[in-house]
């Protein structure tokens, strides 16, 4: 090989992956959407695709675009590429295999013990993955990488969970912190392995398949036994310089609130996360009630749970109705098990939005999130397939 020859070689594979990653990203596309979606030229978008289609990797079909009949080019459903999608809960870790359409094939998950040190929930992670690996819908099939979420802060730039100063993360040993996850992961499977927040999955979810398919820009609300979120600015995920963005359970509306675990005091996950929500309707319903059955409670129109979910939706809008109107979201999606409760929580979110949040200015919509349980999967496997692609900071 010629000198540089070993730099143009690596500079060509960058370039094949840029093609795929748009066609996962866009799905079909003419040689021209795709020249403008990787800002490479025409001419090389078309040596490229000539050499995907001889690797079968993908394929041509005749269409039109603006009148005109182009050369249209999609993945190869044949190749069957898939993604694994690792997700560490609160209370379970689960792990699936999801393809570039967001169909998950396969899923497998076990309970999550409480305070377990880091290396003995990698050991639980890679048990899982070996399992859906192993799976005969899976097998014989290609795999893209591991797109693992946590429901924690991540730190973009070192790809870990940050460790944080006098104190500890809900649900996480301290020997997570700094620990070099996605390295060590991907040395035990063998594949590439991506860290993203749980809520951010979601959201390249919902923009992608659900509720913030074609918005530039959104708000997510994920609540669930803890209260996180997310954001897409200008079509793409913002995680920020430190990985903090996106925690909107720990907005403070009270100083002399409640003690959260993060320090501070009357943070709004003290109000709406799971464990607060439940305790209120313990007497009504049993210690065993979960977030999941209570919203359900609550859209049968159960009234105590219909009355809980109302003052967690004024919780909401108390906390959030500067935030929304600084950023002027095309949407503010309300994800999580507690969405489950439909028109109870949408109803009292959407007139509180409208009357608090600076009416002059915003104009969006407040709307419940339409991927269920499988948005936080379906997310993670879409980023280990686009990856940085998908998000601001890497511009």
């Known amino acids: 090989m010629g000198p540089g020859g070993g730099a143009l070689a690596e500079l060509r594979r960058g370039n094949l992956e840029k093609v795929v990653s748009a066609l996962r990203q866009g799905g079909t596309l003419s040689q021209s959407e795709l020249a403008r979606m990787t800002g490479l030229s025409e001419a090389t978008v078309s040596n490229l695709v000539r050499v995907l289609i001889e690797d079968d990797r993908v394929k041509l079909s005749k269409g039109r675009r603006n009148g005109r009949r182009v050369n249209l080019v999609e ?52 048990r899982l993955i070996d399992e859906v690996r192993a799976d005969g819908e899976v097998a014989a099939r290609p795999l893209a990488g591991v797109g693992l979420a946590l429901c924690v802060s991540i730190d973009p730039v ?118 607060a929500l439940l305790g209120h309707v313990a007497a009504l319903h049993g210690d065993d009630l979960t977030l999941g059955r209570l919203a359900g409670l609550a859209r049968a129109g159960d009234p105590g749970c219909v ?22 979201p095309e949407r503010l999606v309300l994800g999580g098990e507690l969405a489950d409760a439909g028109p109870a929580l949408l109803d009292p979110v959407g007139r509180g939005m409208r009357r608090m949040a600076s009416p002059r200015n915003w104009r969006g919509s407040v709307v419940l999130a339409e991927l269920g349980g499988q948005a936080v999967a379906r997310g993670a496997a879409r980023f280990a397939f686009g990856g940085s692609e998908l998000c601001l900071q890497s511009l």
């Open 75 to 126: 993945l190869d459903a044949a190749a069957g590429e898939l993604a694994l999608a690792v997700t560490v809960g609160r209370e379970t870790i689960s792990a699936a295999a999801v393809d570039h359409e967001g169909s998950v094939l396969v899923e497998r998950a076990c309970p999550r013990g409480a305070d377990l040190p880091y290396e003995a929930e990698r050991s639980a992670l890679v």
């Open 158 to 275: 070192s790809g870990t969970v940050p460790e944080v100063s006098g104190g500890r993360l809900p649900a996480f040993d301290p020997s997570w912190y700094g620990a070099d996850v996605t390295g060590e992961l991907s040395e035990q499977v063998g594949l590439p392995v991506q860290l993203i927040n749980d809520g951010d999955a979601a959201l390249l979810a919902e923009a992608r398949w659900g509720a913030a398919r074609g918005c530039r820009d959104v708000l997510y609300l994920h609540l669930s036994a803890g209260v996180g979120g997310a954001m897409l600015l200008g079509g793409l995920l913002y995680r920020g310089g430190l990985g903090g963005i996106g925690e909107l359970g720990h907005s403070s509306t009270d100083a002399n609130g409640r003690l959260c675990a993060c320090g501070n005091r009357g943070c709004l996950e003290t109000k709406v996360g799971g464990q």
């Open 307 to 328: 009355r809980i979910v109302t003052d967690a939706a004024q919780d909401i809008v108390t906390g959030l109705a500067n935030v929304v109107a600084v950023l002027a």
